[in-house]
């Protein structure tokens, strides 16, 4: 089994800022304001509007996936045809995974185009604006809905599915993560206590990069399709 987390760097040329980089969604914002459970607690409209602009960024039609998440999708679909298996964890909220044809996907930290209800725990697509007015359609509650993305403190979601795949991968390949957020930084760790090979595929080398026994260094939408061509055998 392949195991793959991904984060905001293959994102990047899809028109998707990342976190960290020069430019970033976190340059001069203030994470503990809008990405915390105290900070919508303490400002919703703030933490509704940071979302709301990143859900309109998404569904721009210039927003489309890459030439590196339509090779995870091969990779997936080829590995699948031979009886194995490709498990694609991401710590994106975008849907391009989704949208080039991903199927084994596992989004830990959210989905940008789904909600919650605070009251009654429902999730549901929503591609408009969340307000404060915004009414649950399931419990009818109004003002309850918050984005279903997981803020820091929070668990992310699927922990036991990931903490079982990464005890049995026997490759483990991170793309595009800075490796500055736990518990997906410490993946490739677990990952290789478990016997599994690492492989980095980043812009530059990551935090975590000494962690892994190999790395590629070079936009994703190069080195990852050139990657895949490279398991596939030219397939
Ligand atoms: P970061 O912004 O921390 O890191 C992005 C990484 O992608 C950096 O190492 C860049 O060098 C690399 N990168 C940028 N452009 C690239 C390109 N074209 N090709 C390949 N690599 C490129 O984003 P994440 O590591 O995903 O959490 O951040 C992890 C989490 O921190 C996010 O999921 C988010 C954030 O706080 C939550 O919102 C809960």
Not at 13 to 21: H, L, N, V, Y
Not at 99 to 118: T, V
Not at 129 to 151: E, F, K, M, N, Y
Request: net charge neutral; hydrophobic share 40%; aromatic share 6%.
């Amino acid at each position: 089994m392949i195991f793959i987390l991904t984060g905001a760097g293959i994102s990047q040329e899809s028109g998707i800022p990342t976190f960290r980089d020069a430019g970033g969604l976190w340059e001069g914002e203030n994470v503990e304001d809008v990405a915390t459970p105290r900070g919508f607690a303490r400002n919703p409209d703030r933490v509704l509007d940071f979302y709301n602009a990143r859900r309109r960024n998404l569904l721009d039609p210039a927003v489309a996936p890459n030439a590196a998440h339509q090779a995870l999708a091969r990779l997936e679909a080829a590995v699948a045809a031979r009886g194995g298996e490709v498990l694609l964890v991401t710590q994106n909220v975008d849907n391009l995974h989704e949208r080039a044809g991903s199927k084994n996907l596992l989004h830990m930290h959210g989905e940008m185009l789904k909600a919650r209800c605070q009251l009654c725990g429902e999730v549901m697509r929503w591609e408009g604006d969340l307000t404060r007015q915004s009414v649950c359609p399931s419990c009818a509650g109004p003002g309850r809905l918050r984005p279903h993305i997981v803020w820091f403190e929070e668990m992310p979601l699927y922990m036991p599915e990931i903490e079982q795949a990464l005890n049995r991968c026997r490759l483990f390949v991170s793309v595009g993560t800075s490796g500055n957020v736990y518990p997906a930084a410490g993946f490739v760790s677990l990952a290789r206590r478990a016997g599994a090979d690492t492989l980095e595929l980043n812009l530059e080398r990551s935090l975590g990069a000494s962690r892994f026994r190999d790395g590629r260094y070079g936009k994703a939408s190069a080195i990852v399709p050139a990657w895949v061509d490279e398991v596939l055998g030219g397939q």
